[in-house]
T-cell receptor, first 113, second 113 residues
């Protein structure tokens, strides 16, 4: 089955700087890659996603890039703000038709004021 | 206004007991899920139902039994609780179409003593 690896496990950046989180996946047939943000005491929430027919997608301060050849995708957050502090999960779809997401191990992002 | 709700939010119980967690979604989605998040924040799917039919059943002990009385509800019953069952359990729902956003509930923190 699909295996998704995520790095780093923790990341601290100064407010206003950029943050980058990277993920690799094993199943070359996977073609949908969402990113979820989990704030303390809450459930994960989708922040951005990308499909394999697109190399990059941007939504305000958040962007995701996908390299299908290398089987990796990254989350970029620019102009970080304190409310960006959370745990971020990448994920990949495997077992098409059954919508089974395989999540990465998570990155705890801390924004230093 | 709550999209995906779970009860209870906290559950503390003794080893060997049987307990249930309830989940309801008011989004009109066809697919519902149960996820387990352990102390290291690893998020792993347990079950998925589409229109009350079980479509994903990961290698979960048969002490865990999901039940979907209708499309809007997916409950999780756990028999003979063990220490290792301590975790946060998340219910989620999605429209069920490929690559659609999953909406997570607030989670139920289960502690087995």
């Amino acid at each position: 089955g699909e295996n998704v690896e995520q790095h780093p496990s923790t990341l601290s950046v100064q407010e206003g700087d950029s943050a980058v989180i990277k993920c690799t996946y094993s199943d070359s047939a996977s073609n949908y890659f969402p990113w979820y943000k989990q704030e303390l005491g809450k459930g994960p929430q989708l922040i951005i996603d990308i499909r394999s027919n697109v190399g990059e997608k941007k939504d305000q301060r958040i962007a995701v890039t996908l390299n299908k050849t290398a089987k990796h995708f990254s989350l970029h957050i620019t102009e970080t703000q304190p409310e960006d502090s959370a745990v971020y999960f990448c994920a990949g779809i495997t077992n098409f038709g059954n919508e089974k997401l395989t999540f990465g191990t998570g990155t705890r992002l801390t924004i230093i004021p | 206004d709550t999209a995906v709700s779970q009860t209870p939010k906290y559950l503390v119980t003794q080893m060997g007991n049987d307990k249930s967690i309830k989940c309801e979604q008011n989004l009109g989605h066809d697919t519902m899920y149960w996820y387990k998040q352990d102390s290291k924040k690893f998020l792993k799917i347990m079950f998925s139902y589409n229109n009350k039919e079980l479509i994903i059943n990961e290698t979960v002990p048969n002490r865990f039994s999901p039940k979907s009385p209708d499309k809007a509800h997916l409950n999780l019953h756990i028999n003979s609780l063990e220490l290792g069952d301590s975790a946060v359990y998340f219910c989620a729902s999605s429209p069920g179409t490929f690559g659609s956003e999953q909406f997570f509930g607030p989670g139920t923190r289960l502690t087995v003593l």
